[in-house]
T-cell receptor, first 111, second 113 residues
C-alpha cells in the first residue's frame, strides 16, 4: 500500500519567516495530495490540496508544489504568523482509495 | 448546521470494558472513516465504510469493531482485545468520489485506566 513520509517532525520559525514541510510518497499512481492543519485541541481541516495534473497551487500565503518524478510534494507558508502554529499533515490517495497520512509536523511560530 | 459530530469529547473506561464512540454526520456523505491519533504517529485508519451495511478494515483494525446501519451514523466500539486503547479518536466523512475532501469531527479522547 501507499506510504507517506513527512519531514520535519517539528519546525520552529520566527514570525515573518517562511516555513517548508516536505512529504514523499511511495505509490506512483497516487494522484491527490491534500494538506490538513490541526490546531491544538481541534479537528484537522483541509487548507490546500493538489492533484497530479498540476505542479503548483497557491492560496494567499500558502502554496503546495508537486514533483511527480521524484514522488514528493511540499507545503510552503510565507510570512508566517503566530496563528499558523499547529500540526500539519500531508496525505496521498489514488482515485477512490482512502487517504494515507504522514505523521505530522508541529509548526511553532514565535513572535 | 451541517457537520460531523462525535460524542463524547472525553471518555474514561476501566480496563477490560468495551466502549462505543459515537459519530454522526448530516452532510449526506456516503463515506465515513475512523482514525486513531497518537503523538508522533499521525492519523492511522481503523475502519471505513463507503455504503450502508458495508465496511472495510483499515491499517489498525485489530481490537475494534464498527457498524453502519444508517448513512448518518458510524459508531466505533473499542473492545477489550485492543491492547493500547488510550488515544484520540477522529471520525471523518466524505463524498464518495475520487479526490474528495475529508471532513473531521472534533474527536473523542479515550482514556482507559
Amino acid at each position: 500500500g501507499e506510504n507517506v513520509e513527512q519531514h520535519p517532525s517539528t519546525l520552529s520559525v520566527q514570525e515573518g519567516d517562511s516555513a517548508v514541510i516536505k512529504c514523499t510518497y511511495s505509490d506512483s499512481a497516487s494522484n491527490y495530495f491534500p494538506w490538513y492543519k490541526q490546531e491544538l485541541g481541534k479537528r484537522p481541516q483541509l487548507i490546500i490540496d493538489i492533484r497530479s495534473n498540476v505542479g503548483e497551487k497557491k492560496d494567499q500565503r500558502i502554496a503546495v508544489t508537486l514533483n511527480k518524478t521524484a514522488k514528493h510534494f511540499s507545503l510552503h507558508i510565507t510570512e508566517t504568523q503566530p496563528e499558523d502554529s499547529a500540526v500539519y499533515f500531508c496525505a496521498a490517495s489514488i482515485g477512490y482509495s482512502t487517504l494515507t497520512f504522514g505523521k505530522g509536523t508541529m509548526l511553532l511560530v514565535s513572535p | 448546521d451541517g457537520g460531523i459530530t462525535q460524542s463524547p469529547k472525553y471518555l474514561f473506561r476501566k480496563e477490560g470494558q468495551n466502549v462505543t464512540l459515537s459519530c454522526e454526520q448530516n452532510l449526506n456523505h456516503d463515506a465515513m472513516y475512523w482514525y486513531r491519533q497518537d503523538p508522533g504517529q499521525g492519523l492511522r485508519l481503523i475502519y471505513y465504510s463507503q455504503i450502508v451495511n458495508d465496511f472495510q478494515k483499515g491499517d489498525i483494525a485489530e481490537g475494534y469493531s464498527v457498524s453502519r446501519e444508517k448513512k448518518e451514523s458510524f459508531p466505533l466500539t473499542v473492545t477489550s482485545a485492543q491492547k493500547n486503547p488510550t488515544a484520540f479518536y477522529l471520525c471523518a466523512s466524505s463524498d464518495l468520489g475520487a479526490n474528495t475532501e475529508a471532513f473531521f469531527g472534533q474527536g473523542t479522547r479515550l482514556t482507559v485506566v
